[in-house]
């Protein structure tokens, strides 16, 4: 579960890879919450979704990758 702020939808996909919610929006937060607790084999697949997602965008080789990047610029 993941406000939907900033670039975090640019990686994430609500229902695929993530739980997006509105921010300021607790109800809704607390509610997504629930849902994902409350999966099963679902929730496997979703995990593995998000860890896909979270390995190709920020393993060290990528981040090392953008701190060398921003270093050339700067």
């Given at each position: 579960m993941v406000t939907n702020?900033?670039?975090?939808?640019?990686?994430?996909t609500?229902?695929?890879?993530?739980f997006l919610t509105e921010p300021d929006r607790p109800r809704k937060f607390a509610i997504g919450l629930e849902?994902?607790?409350?999966?099963?084999?679902?929730?496997?697949?979703f995990?593995?979704?998000?860890y896909k997602v979270a390995d190709a965008n920020f393993n060290s080789?990528?981040?090392?990758?953008r701190i060398v990047d921003f270093d050339r610029v700067g």
């Amino acid at each position: 579960m993941v406000t939907n702020l900033g670039e975090i939808p640019k990686y994430l996909t609500d229902g695929v890879s993530a739980f997006l919610t509105e921010p300021d929006r607790p109800r809704k937060f607390a509610i997504g919450l629930e849902k994902a607790m409350n999966m099963d084999k679902e929730t496997l697949l979703f995990n593995r979704e998000g860890y896909k997602v979270a390995d190709a965008n920020f393993n060290s080789t990528v981040q090392a990758k953008r701190i060398v990047d921003f270093d050339r610029v700067g």
